[in-house]
């Protein structure tokens, strides 16, 4: 097997960025998983990759992908299964009429905000995007994006306090 190939980088290194991301994570399923994502990446980009030294460059790789992991963990957790079926029982259908019409109605009130205004409140508020990544795709400054995200839902809230709710 070539030193050069990445099925040699894999052989050799496999354990080694295993066990680091063991004793980050404590979890042997989700430390392989992400020994995976590690060397799927490393595949990505080892033709642009022009580091004499390839153990340090997996261990960044590694890391990062770990960081990534726990970043999509903190976003998502699993609830208990009683959870879920205590959900359906804590509301009445009265009460699950009167949710649904709210929010028909704040839905209603963005789709009126100026375009900008909208977009914001999309990505950040219905998508749970971070208004970094917000901005990004807005295409704007971090700062000019939460000066739009401010603005809009200000003027929901003064449309909601003056009454004029859509009907």
């Known amino acids: 097997m070539k030193k ?56 960044k790789i590694a890391h990062n992908a770990y960081i990534d992991y726990k970043r999509k963990e903190c976003r998502s ?26 929010l028909k109605e704040i839905s209603d009130l963005v789709d009126e905000l100026p375009e900008n205004y909208k977009q914001a409140i999309l990505l950040c508020d219905y998508n749970a995007l971070s208004y970094k990544d917000a901005s990004d795709i807005m295409g704007v400054s971090l700062p000019r994006f939460k000066v739009l995200l401010f603005r809009a839902r200000q003027n929901i809230r003064q449309k909601v306090g003056r009454g004029d709710r859509c009907e």
Not at 11 to 24: A, F, G, N, Q
Not at 32 to 50: G, P
Not at 96 to 102: D, H, R, T, Y
Request: net charge negative; aromatic share 18%; proline share 1%.
């Open 4 to 59: 050069n190939t990445l099925d040699y980088i894999y052989e050799s290194y496999m354990m080694d960025i295993y066990r680091y991301l063991l004793s980050l994570c404590g979890n042997s399923y989700v430390a392989e998983d992400i020994m995976q994502e590690t060397f799927l990446r490393a595949y990505l980009h080892f033709e642009a990759c022009t580091i004499e030294n390839v153990k340090p460059w997996l261990f």
């Open 77 to 102: 957790f699993a609830e208990e299964n009683d959870f879920f079926n205590n959900i359906s029982d804590s509301k009445t259908t009265e009460e699950q009429v009167l949710i649904k019409e709210q």
